[in-house]
Every structure is written in C-alpha cells, then in structure tokens.
C-alpha cells in the first residue's frame, strides 16, 4: 500500500488536508441543527373532517367511504386507518417507506379535491396534514386567566402567535383551547310561525345579503373607477337591519323576528393550566435550524408580550423542549468525553505515553471531520447521530492501534523511522483496510431498511460509517507521519513495562493455551459449540422485545367518560382528577385539554381532536430517570384506578415508530354487529390474561342517538324533501353558517342561523319546527316525523378499507410483550370465528415483524457483504470461513450479556448485534492475514508455526483494540439507560467472548483447513 509513503513525502499537504476538514467539522458541529430526536420525514397524511351533529354511521356512509373510494385509488399505500365519532372522521394514510413525503402528500390532497363534489356541502372542516415528525411542537406556552373573557384571551394569544411566526427559526405557530366567536342570529322561531315566515326563508335572504359580489367598473373621462356593491355585513346594526318580509306596505327586519348578537361558539376545546383557565399558544420548529436559537426568539417575543399584558392575565411556559435537548445533548456528549477518557487510559496504561497520544490524537479529528461529513449528508446533532459517534468511539482508533504497535515492532528490530513507519503501516495497510470495509458493511444495510425503525435509526449507521472511514484515512496517513516524528527508538519505562505486560501474558497464559488447543483441537471445537448451544437456551429467557420508554418526565393522562357527556361534564371530571393528580409530590405542573389531546409534543404521538367526552392531562414532573418516572407513574395509576364514571389511562412516551398499544388486536369484517359481538371475546381474552392492564374496546361504548324519522307518505304527498326536512332540523338545533360578517378591524365572523336556544337546544326545540309547504303555508315537524331514543354504536373503525373493531391493552411493567401477546393469539385460535369475521395482531407485534424482517435481511446482506471482501482479500473461500467462525461467538457473548445484566433483546440489541458482525470479524482478519504473510516470507515454518507466530504477535493489537471498543461504549452503557444499556452489553459482551475464543479457535481452524503456503 502506497497511501502512508504518500502522505510522508507530501506532509505539508496532508497537514493541510486534515486541517481544512477538520475544521469544517468544527463550524459543522456549531451550526448544525439540534434536536432531541431524529429529523424525518415519512409519506404520511392525516385526512380530518368535522360535520357537527352526525352519528358515526352517516359520518361513515356519507364522508368515510368517499375519501376512502378515493384513496383506494392510490398507489404504494401501506395502510389506512379511519377512525368514526360524532360528528368527527379521520383517516390515516401511511405509504411504504421509501415513497417520496411531499409527493405522496400532493396525492392525497389531489384525492380529497376530486372526492368534495361527493361531500356534504356544509362540512365544518375538511383538512389535510402531513405527519412529520418535524411537525412536533417545540413550545407550549399558556395565557392564563380566570376573569379574562376568551375574546381577550384570543387576542393576546394570537398577538403572541404573530411574534413567535416572526423568528426566523420557527415554522408554525397556533392558538388553542378556546372558542371560536360566531355571530348569532337566534330566530323567535313562535314569532316566525304567526307571520308565516319560515327559518329557511331568513337563511336565504341572510346568505344572500352577505355575499359580496365584485360590479365592475365604470370610466368616467379620463378616469377608470370600480363600482363597489353592498357587500359583506361589517356591523352587527347593519346585519339587524336586514329586510326580511315585507307584507301590506310593512316591513319587517331581522331584529324584529331574531336576536343577534356576537358570541363564543359552542366550546370544543377547553384548557386549564395547574387548575386555573387558560388559552395555549404553540410553536413548531422550522428543517434545519438550531433549536437553541428558536427558544431564545420564542423566549425573547413571550418577555416582550409580557410586560404588555393586563395584570388580570398571565403567560407561563408549560413546555420548553429546548431544556429537553439540551439535557440529551449534554448527557450523551458527557458519555462520549467519558468513552474518550476511557480509551485514553487504556492506551496510556499499555501503550505508554508517546504511542497513546500517537494512537488517541486520531479520536478527536476523526470525530470532527465525520461531523463535518454527517452535517454534508443532511443529518443534525441528536441521539442517534451522538450515539453514532459512542459506538464508532472505541472502533476509529483499532485502526491508529494496529498501525502504531506494528511500526514500534519495526522500530524494536533495528529498523530507522522511515522505513519503520512506511514499512509498518504498508504491512498492516490493506488489513486494517478491509476491517474497515467489513466494519462498514456491517453497518451499512441499516441504511437500506425501509420501515420505520430504519428511518429513525438511520443517521446511527451513517454517522458510523463516516467516523470510521475518517479514521480509516487518518490510520494511514496522520498516523504514520506522528509516529515518525514521536514514536522513540526504544521504548521508555512505560512502554517497557506494557510491553513486558503482554509479554507475561504471552508467555505464560496465551501461548501454553494456544499450543494445548492446536495439540486437541476438537476439544476445544466441543467446548466452544456447547458454550454456542447452552447461550441459545437462554434466547427465551432473554425475550424479545422492541423499543423502550423515553428518558422524558413528563406523563400523559387520558380521561374518557361515557359517550353522551357533555363538554360540561367532562370539564367537571378532569378538574377532579387534576386535584387527585396533583396531589403526588412529583408532580410539577399539570396542563389540562378538555374536548382534546394536548398539542403534540413529541414525535411519535397524535393527539386525540374534537372529543366532548375525551380530555387530556399533560403532566409535568420533577427531573427524574426513567424508572422513576415509570414509578411515579404506577403510583398515579393506582390513584385513579377506581373512578366511579371515567376511563383513565397513565402513559409515559415511547421511543420508535408509534403503534396503537403494546397489544393490540384488529377484528375485521363486513357487519358491525358481528365485528362488535367478537371484539367483545376478544376483550374478555385479554381482561383474563395475567398482566395486560388498560385494556380498552372502543367498539363496546355506545351511545344514545335520537332518530329523526319521517313518514315518507306524508312528506310526499305534502310535497316535502327528505333533505328540506333534514335542513330544517339542523338550521333549529345546530344552525346553519348563512354568511359572514367582517368587524372594523378586519376580522371575519360566520353568521350562524339557529333556534332561539342560544346553542344549548333540548327537546322542545323539535315541537317549534315548522317546515314550509309549496302554497306557502306551514306545517309542524311532529306530523310528518316521529322522534325516536334508540342506542348506536359510539365509534367506527376501518382498516384498510375494512371495518374494523380494534381492541388494545397495556402491559404491566417488567413483562415481556412478545410473550403475552403470544399467548394472548394462542387463545384466540381457540375462539369459534364466523365466516367472513377474522383477526390480525397490530401493537408491538405487527411493529416487530416489520423491523425485525428488515434488520434480518440486513444481517444477512452484512453477513454475504463481508463475506464477499473477505474472499477478494484472501483469494479464498476457507479462510473467509475460518474468520466468520468468530460470528456464533459474538452471538453467544451478547445473549449472556443480555441475560446477566437483565435486558430483553430489543430492537437496539439487534443493532448491536448488527454492529458486531463487522466488529468482531476484524481480529480474525489480523490473524489470518499475518500469518499468510508469513507463509509467503518463510514457508518451511509450516502452518501451524505461521499461525502460532501470528497468534504471539498480534495479541496485542487484538487485546488493545477490544479492550478500547468496551472502553469507549462502557460510559453508554451503564448511563445510557434502557434505550442503549442492551445495545452496549450486547456489543461488549459479543466482543469480549468472540476475543477470547477467537484467540484460540481462530488458529486451530487456520491449522485444519489451510493446507497450502500458496494463499
């Protein structure tokens, strides 16, 4: 290899070279976004439709399965989940990873455009959002007030809004939790009926009053004038005056036969903030910028407003995501100096001091030219990309190590520096050359996969790769050209006392182990396939498992009551449980969202809209672990269990791809009622299985619809519609919007039409409609309809265009999910299933067959990666399978490790274990491609006195190089908590057993299958 004479003939520009990247790295790592979590995107849309006063079955019929006839047209479409309430439908639409976000968003939209003509015309809201983690709030910030009308709180809240919008760094700010205020037009509905004038016959001359239709223009010489016409209503005394019958000369206004006045809309969301009322502002952070500099603009425009404020109002933070990456950040750059100072005593302790600096001076620049690389590819600095660089921590300087012990053994037998250096590097160059190379392929498919865990964890690999290909690059150039400089002649006391370490080793451990396993070699072979056989006996023990709890302390409280509360009432139960709730001394502050989830903060969680019977507590608690939080939120739990008329669920957040529960279980079908009756044996399988808590049937709520049912012979011989009727009916409960009316200030207000119940109508109202015949006259609802109480099925669910019961439940804390959800499905084998009616496994499952399908197809494709270098390396198939013997090894010592230190094998376990394919394969390679070396210097040595000398000589880089792999993941792992502890013991323990055995079996294989000099 010519690479490290290179780079010593040409020093000035290899200093300049490593100079200029580095310090790209440096402004990289200053300006680069930060975050808590990976910056993605995924195709994914959220379709959200609101049409007030439908049950879920017309919500179903007439808008559901119109978007879903469109969607169906679509391509690459993973999944549709559609979910039906009152009044409220949404769909979830998920494409196969690997579909482009921002194309697949524009077909959606395109599919709702076509599919309106289908709509109702009065939808309150029909919305298309794209999912995107990106799009989580980063900021939530309350104005709080108990004696502050909702109108002035508006105004503030949007005023502060407007600020936030203004810093460069935010992308979207919005208001919540408050109403919206609405002109009312409440309509004497006794008075109308003495004049003979109908609701509808107001709504029309309203609707046509307000429309502002532009006239034209006229000339007028030389001049070009526009002619302005009435327009938009732009005052309450100009909508009153509104003509609206005229009989006999007389002329009657709108005042005359309606009460109008401006209002707040019925409440859909309310919100509360440590019990006192309170309107919520949020901010979403804008792709590619720094989230300190968002905090500090949102920070400096809430100080401003502040000082503006009435004394009767408020504003406080209720989040600051800011203090959350900072931690994040601050933790994981403590465990990388931690690893840093790790490897550097334990270079410093066998190297000695001049070869150590030597070998560590390549962590710090590798590091800082691959954060220049992963700041080029796209990705900023968050867990996975500091994570990245703790794993590739003790891996960037096995290269620097092998490089540096081989020109010191130069420098030891006579040789000068140059030849020291160059000669030392060559020899080792095009092994530590393919190490690498396995390295990174073992890393490598981790980029490929296409699901949700691949795109999550995919700035981890990339930032692998680049690290160790910066180290790789600086093993044979920075390195060669230190060593020549500092390496001494001969060894300083340090360095002689390590090197008389090792040499003890050698000499009096290895070395008489080495000769007993080449003299026996299938006892050793049994022992190590027994120490393989009885690991996978532990595989059950250890369990299967996927992402964890994230490190955050804050906790989630859903509260839902029966399905006909009102808003009122859920206010009432949620202002309780807050009282329960903040009674735990953990407890730091509590933000309550009554009607609503709370606004989305973190980036695997929706929240739950438009629910008069749902609320939500966000509650915030003192810094605390993991565990403890996981405690605290036992203890909350437990507290709340017995509520008398509520169903309440305590969640903590959860790392990875989001899924509906931890178990979950679809019933799909064709008839609701048999969907429903079997959703129901599926609940009782789950409440009789040990440890599953919270389990929940949404299809089970019901609640009581009143029926509205016409005599069709009636209303056809009196000539009335179906649709008149319906209209009439919703104009006397509801109200129906008729126009809009424009304040001085510019704000527009819709002008809602509606019975003189001021949106609180009861039963009566039925009695005071009357819909108006053909000849003018009049006729009461109650002759042409009967008003009937029946019970309905409270909410719908589709899946993939099926309908669909969906039944969940939480599992007790320290339980494997795979084990009970496997138990869970062999019960429900058992169940006697109707034709047409079957189940599938959502949750954790469905999550874990996606991902683990994926990481396999991966191991496999690292596995036939390295396989393939390792044959063009060697120029042989033998030997590359005397160097993967070390992979069954590494298996082994990672489920030990995993079953001592009592960790499931997660999907981040698998990762490592994905890591050590390339890992652990690097020793061997030394070995191998030594001892070839030597066969082709000196063949009478034979093989086995090749491998033997290969063996005595690289133990040492081969104890140094795993010994600073443990060391750099060490900090990680006892700190990093459940997400990364089983991914460092899986990778520490794979690579100390497969070390050990290696060291032995390696070199008795090498014996039996090499048979030639000629390799």
């Known amino acids: 290899m010519k690479l490290p004479s290179l780079a010593l003939k040409n020093y000035q520009f290899t200093w300049m070279l490593v100079l200029m990247l580095s310090l790209l790295g440096w402004v990289s790592f200053q300006t680069m976004p930060r975050s808590e979590d990976p910056q993605f995107n995924f195709p994914s849309s959220l379709i959200t439709v609101i049409y007030a006063g439908t049950d879920p079955m017309d919500m179903e019929s007439q808008v559901v399965d119109v978007l879903e006839e469109a969607l169906n047209e679509l391509d690459d479409i993973d999944s549709v989940r559609s979910t039906i309430r009152d009044g409220v439908a949404t769909l979830r639409v998920e494409f196969l990873y690997g579909s482009d976000p921002d194309d697949k968003y524009d077909e959606v939209l395109r599919s709702v455009n076509q599919a309106r003509a289908d709509l109702p015309e009065n939808l309150q809201k029909l919305e298309v959002r794209r999912l995107s983690p990106t799009t989580v709030n980063i900021a939530q910030l309350a104005l709080i007030s108990e004696s502050a009308s909702y109108q002035e709180l508006k105004y503030y809240a949007e005023k502060l809004e407007s600020e936030i919008e203004k810093v460069p760094s935010i992308k979207e700010s919005e208001t919540w939790a408050y109403p919206e205020q609405q002109v009312e037009v409440a309509l004497d509905l006794r008075k109308l009926s003495a004049l003979g004038v109908s609701a509808e016959q107001i709504y029309k001359v309203i609707s046509s009053s307000s429309k502002n239709l532009p006239a034209g223009y006229i000339y007028s010489g030389d001049d070009k004038l526009t002619v302005r016409t009435s327009g938009f209503y732009r005052s309450l005394q100009e909508v009153e005056a509104t003509p609206v019958y005229a009989k006999n000369s007389q002329i009657l206004h709108l005042k005359d036969v309606a009460t109008v006045r401006l209002a707040d809309a019925p409440a859909r969301y309310l919100g509360r903030y440590n019990g006192e009322r309170a309107v919520f502002v949020s901010a979403i952070q804008r792709e590619g910028t720094q989230i300190s500099k968002a905090i500090a603009g949102i920070e400096d425009k809430a100080a401003r407003l502040a000082t503006k404020l009435p004394s009767h109002i408020r504003l406080q933070w209720v989040f600051n995501q800011g203090n959350s990456v900072a931690k994040q950040i601050d933790t994981f750059t403590s465990n990388l100096g931690q690893g840093v100072i790790v490897v550097g005593l334990v270079l410093l302790l066998l190297l000695g001091i001049k070869p150590a600096i030597v070998a560590m001076v390549s962590i710090p620049l590798s590091i800082m030219i691959a954060i ?9 600095l968050q867990q996975m990309t500091i994570v990245g660089l703790i794993i590739a921590l003790g891996l960037l300087v096995d290269n620097a190590i092998v490089v540096v012990e081989n020109i010191q053994r130069n420098l030891r037998q006579g040789m000068s520096r140059y030849d020291a250096t160059v000669q030392g590097a060559a020899q080792v160059g095009w092994s530590i050359t393919s190490g690498t190379v396995t390295t990174v392929l073992a890393f490598f498919p981790l980029l490929l996969l296409q699901s949700g865990s691949g795109t999550f964890m995919r700035s981890m690999p990339v930032t692998v790769v680049l690290t160790l290909t910066a180290s790789l690059l600086l093993a044979l150039t920075v390195v060669p050209l230190m060593s020549k400089g500092l390496l001494p002649l001969q060894p300083n006391m340090a360095e002689k006392a390590a090197t008389r370490g090792f040499e003890w080793l050698n000499h009096y451990i290895y070395a008489p182990v080495l000769r007993s396993s080449l003299r026996h070699p299938w006892i050793l072979m049994v022992i190590c396939v027994a120490l393989f056989g009885g690991s996978l006996l532990l595989v059950k023990a250890v369990g299967v498992s996927m992402f964890p709890k994230a490190d955050k302390p804050q906790l989630l409280i859903d509260v839902r009551l029966n399905e006909n509360s009102r808003l009122d009432r859920t206010n009432e139960v949620i202002r309780q449980v807050e009282q329960v709730v903040s009674r735990h001394p953990a407890v730091k502050a509590i933000a309550s969202n009554i009607g609503n989830g709370n606004p989305r903060l973190y980036y695997n969680k929706m929240p739950k809209q438009g629910q008069a019977n749902y609320g939500q507590l966000m509650v915030e608690l003192e810094t605390g672990s993991i565990e403890q939080t996981t405690v605290i939120a036992d203890e909350i739990r437990t507290s709340l269990s017995q509520w008398p008329e509520a169903d309440i669920k305590v969640e903590q957040f959860q790392q990875g791809p989001p899924y509906e529960a931890p178990i979950a279980i679809r019933v799909i ?189 991966a191991l496999i494709l690292s596995l036939l990666g390295i396989f393939a270098v390792l044959v063009l390396q060697f120029r042989s198939f033998l030997q590359p399978l005397i160097i993967f013997i070390a992979i069954p090894f590494a298996i082994t010592g990672a489920i030990v490790a995993l079953y001592l230190s009592g960790y499931s094998f997660s999907i981040m376990a698998f990762v490592g274990l994905n890591s050590l394919m390339g890992i652990v394969v690097n020793n061997s390679i030394i070995l191998v491609d030594y001892a070839n070396q030597r066969l082709l210097e000196n063949p009478e040595i034979g093989v086995a006195g090749a491998i033997a000398e290969s063996a005595s000589t690289r133990l040492t880089p081969i104890v140094l190089t795993s010994l600073t792999t443990v060391g750099g993941l060490l900090p990680l792992t006892l700190q990093g908590g459940i997400m990364w502890a089983p991914m460092g013991w899986t990778i520490i323990g794979g690579l100390a057993m497969s070390t050990l055995l290696t060291l032995l079996l390696v070199p008795v294989l090498y014996q039996m299958l090499t048979r030639t000099a000629k390799v």
Do not use: C
């Open 372 to 380: 220049g690389w992963v700041d080029f590819a796209g990705f900023g």
């Open 669 to 857: 079908g064709d008839d609701h009622a048999v969907i429903r009756k079997m959703a129901a044996e599926v609940e009782q399988v789950l409440r009789n299985t040990p440890d599953t808590m919270s389990v929940d049937n949404l299809s089970a709520a019901e609640m009581v619809t009143v029926k509205v049912q016409i005599k069709a012979d009636k209303a056809a011989l009196l000539g009335l519609t179906s649709y008149e009727m319906d209209q009439a009916v919703r104009m006397a409960l509801s109200g129906m919007p008729a126009g809009t009316y424009r304040d001085q200030l510019g704000e527009d207000y819709t002008i809602l039409v509606l019975g003189n119940h001021y949106n609180q109508p009861t039963s009566d109202e039925f009695d005071k409609i009357l819909l108006s015949l053909g000849n003018g006259q009049q006729v009461p609802l109650g002759q042409i309809a009967d008003i009937q109480l029946f019970s309905s099925q409270a909410q719908l669910q589709h899946y993939n265009f099926d309908r669909m019961a969906l039944v969940t439940a939480d599992v007790a804390e320290g339980r494997n999910v795979a084990k009970l959800t496997a138990e869970v499905i062999e019960k429900l084998k058992q169940l006697e299933w109707p034709e047409g009616v079957y189940w599938t496994a959502g949750g954790e499952e469905e999550s874990r067959n996606k991902n683990f399908a994926g990481l396999g197809k």
